[in-house]
């Protein structure tokens, strides 16, 4: 289903653009597709190991701070609901992903079935960057909002996770969210949290692969 998604997310690609890939397989795919067909693009990526990907297809990159706008933007989701809500915990790059997606003329989320849901349902937790100085106060707010707080951790390192901005990732679980855009602007509102993983009223457009189709759907 993922290579299927690539191949529908692909025909929205043309010559000359300014593309954007996030992280995931399905964006590795997509890059596959970009080198077989030779696509001239330039790529923007807030992806380490999507960087690595592309420039090992011959993809070009340009740096993410070196542009202000870009023409179409590809990025996988955790969880994606019916108003092209989402969540994207997992990678702990959100930050980045959304200034993409804010420089982006469109803002395609891709998925399958399995991800898609009528609502959130919130079986990831939302994943927040935090600047070092604001840790314990950002963490008292979150548990004051109902949230099961910790901090993201890693085999490879010890203590907390830090992101490639050097800030801290902390992962509040919710057992239930009832306002989605309450949560994401009372989030957006805490001083010291650099951004969230709850992605609302962001993506434009979805491709989601099924068993024996693909669709793309526009936010309503």
Request: hydrophobic share 40%; charged share 25%.
């Amino acid at each position: 289903m993922k290579r299927t998604c690539a191949k529908k997310a692909f025909e929205l690609v043309k010559d000359g653009m300014i593309i954007g890939l996030g992280g995931g397989s399905t964006v590795g795919f997509l890059i596959e597709e970009l080198e077989a067909a030779g696509t001239k693009i330039w790529a923007v990526t807030p992806s380490q190991d999507t960087m690595g990907l592309c420039m090992k297809h011959h993809i070009p990159v340009m740096p993410l701070e070196m542009i202000d706008h870009i023409d179409i933007a590809f990025d996988g989701c955790d969880e994606l609901d019916a108003e092209l809500n989402a969540l994207k915990s997992c990678g702990g790059i959100h930050v980045r992903e959304k200034i993409v997606a804010a420089m982006a003329t469109d803002y395609v989320l891709l998925g399958d079935e399995n991800k898609y849901h009528d609502k959130l349902e919130f079986a990831y937790p939302v994943t927040v960057e935090v600047i070092p100085s604001a840790r314990s106060y950002v963490r008292k707010r979150l548990v004051d909002l109902g949230s099961v707080v910790k901090e993201r951790t890693s085999d490879q390192k010890m203590g907390v996770v830090v992101s490639d901005d050097g800030n801290y990732l902390m992962e509040a679980v919710f057992a239930k969210v009832d306002d989605i855009q309450k949560l994401s602007e009372t989030l957006d509102g805490i001083p010291g949290l650099v951004g969230h993983s709850l992605f609302y009223h962001i993506a434009s457009k979805a491709i989601i692969a099924k068993k024996d189709s693909v669709e793309l759907v526009s936010r309503r």
